[in-house]
């Protein structure tokens, strides 16, 4: 390069450098200007997927409850038969329009509004997996029995989780109405049904009082004393087992109170005395032949239930030690065969499921014939001390007593105890009933409030994406036009 184009190249003087100093200073200056140009960048690309999107009104209302009754009879605690149409039956319906006089839809459009089915949110999911399993034509035979058991156990164990739900639309009610309405429903339906019965236990108890007639021989007299004090027993227990019936207290007495008087008054008055007219039965046959021809029949029907029990505790036994022999052979690795390659499924899982399938259900069948084998061998029991008590009848072991006259004079005080008892017992079952009758959720509990379905709005896909890149180039923008801006300042005021 010559002299001269080194004096006529431009020199660029101080004034004219560039301070990154500067420039970020008037860029925070204008901080505001660079905030809201990105803001309505922002708002821009809102505005345009707003104008995209799509929008769906609220159009059901559900309210998941699980009742608290059901076993596996399906049935109210009184015994009667369940069905999910019992929560919006026309006098459901009726009772909620009575307790609630802000809503006005007519009875007959709620009814078709209005829908009751089986549900539960957990299961779902699991149901929804075998039912594909079970519609692919390719799966193996054994997968899909064990796929079709477990379905249906599923669905029985669902049988206590319903979901009511509300057509907004058909109803035309508001989403506040509607969880109001669903929510009442179902607690109209627990209240009624509590006022018919529903809700009373299913527990046999004698109503009427004991009373001797005066025709029967002692020793049936003392049969039907014996007879009415197991049912005041069995009733005591199965009450005992209801949920908050511990708590009941009637004239300072429990239940437990009442099981122990009626201990005490079959130890000590109505299982010796029955004994002793058994014991004492040759010379009460004197006066009453029939007697001799009763004892023969019932000690011929004994031996028989005695035979027939021995028979079934033996059947009982060899059916558990079969189940045995499996359970140990099924622990050995026993497997499924080979499998069609075009289900994608893990085999190994799924023979580690039948597997465990198997063994819960021997273990459940297990169980239950050793609950059966324990019961005939209590009602053994209770048989052989029944022969032990007739095979007494033909001796007398109680020397000159006069057994008739002992045993018509202890009745009146065993009537008398019986029907005490009878009337305690009842008034705990009308304090139990009134103690349900308070609360409905002993009926059912509600999984949760009142959920509002169908209503969402759909954006695009993308949103993210573009509300990102509109914020970055609004920024830019932003701080471009700050710069120029600044720059415009200063050259005005350099002017």
């Known amino acids: 390069m010559g002299r001269n184009d080194v004096e006529n190249s431009p020199v660029i003087g101080t004034e004219d450098e560039i301070s990154l100093t500067d420039l970020f200073r008037n860029i925070w200056r204008q901080r505001g200007l660079v905030l809201a140009i990105t803001a309505a960048m922002a708002a821009l690309v809102l505005v345009y997927h707003l104008g995209k999107a799509s ?37 459901v319906i009726k009772r909620l329009l009575a307790d609630h006089s802000d809503i006005t839809v007519p009875s007959d459009v709620l009814l078709e509004a209005l829908s009751v089915r089986y549900s539960n949110p957990v299961m779902d999911s699991a149901e929804q997996k075998l039912a594909a399993l079970l519609a692919n034509a390719k799966t193996p035979e054994e997968i899909r029995t064990a796929a079709q058991t477990t379905l249906t156990e599923m669905r029985d164990k669902t049988r206590s989780f319903l979901t009511v739900s509300l057509d907004l639309s058909e109803a035309g009610l508001a989403i506040p109405q509607g969880e109001k309405l669903v929510a009442g429903l179902v607690t109209a339906w627990a209240d009624l049904s509590l006022t018919r019965g529903l809700g009373n236990v299913d527990i046999d108890r004698p109503v009427s009082a004991f009373a001797v007639q005066p025709a029967m021989n002692l020793i049936d007299m003392y049969d039907g004393a014996s007879k009415y004090l197991d049912s005041l027993k069995r009733a005591v227990s199965q009450l005992a087992q209801q949920a908050g019936s511990s708590s009941l207290i009637i004239d300072g007495r429990t239940l437990e109170d009442i099981q122990r008087d009626i201990d005490a008054l079959d130890v000590t008055d109505i299982g010796p005395l029955r004994e002793f007219a058994y014991s004492n039965s040759a010379d009460l046959a004197s006066s009453d032949p029939a007697i001799k021809v009763r004892l023969f029949a019932r000690q011929r029907l004994l031996n028989l239930e005695h035979e027939r029990l021995s028979k079934l505790i033996v059947s009982y036994d060899a059916a558990l030690s079969q189940l045995s022999q499996s359970a140990r052979g099924l622990s050995k690795g026993q497997g499924l065969g080979g499998t069609s390659g075009d289900v994608q499924l893990d085999q190994s899982l799924l023979e580690s499921m039948l597997s465990l399938g198997n063994k819960l259900g021997d273990v459940e069948m297990r169980q239950e014939l050793f609950e059966r084998r324990t019961k005939a061998t209590e009602d053994m029991l209770s048989l052989e001390k029944e022969l032990a008590i007739l095979n007494g009848s033909a001796t007398n072991q109680y020397g000159e007593l006069d057994s008739e006259e002992i045993l018509q004079a202890a009745l009146p005080g065993i009537t008398e105890g019986l029907n005490r008892l009878q009337q305690q017992i009842d008034a705990f079952f009308v304090a139990y009933r009134d103690q349900s009758l308070q609360s409905n959720g002993r009926l059912y509990v509600a999984d949760s409030a009142p959920q509002v379905r169908g209503g969402h709005v759909q954006f695009a896909s993308r949103i993210g994406l573009h509300l990102a890149l509109g914020v970055v180039l609004g920024g830019m923008l932003g701080v471009l036009i700050a710069l120029v801006r600044a720059a415009m300042v200063t050259s005005r005021s350099r002017g």
């Open 55 to 91: 929008f769906a009104v609220p159009s059901r209302v559900d309210y998941p409850v699980a009742l608290t009754f059901i076993n596996e009879k399906g049935t109210y605690p009184n015994g009667s038969v369940f069905s999910p149409r019992d929560l919006i039956a026309p006098a």
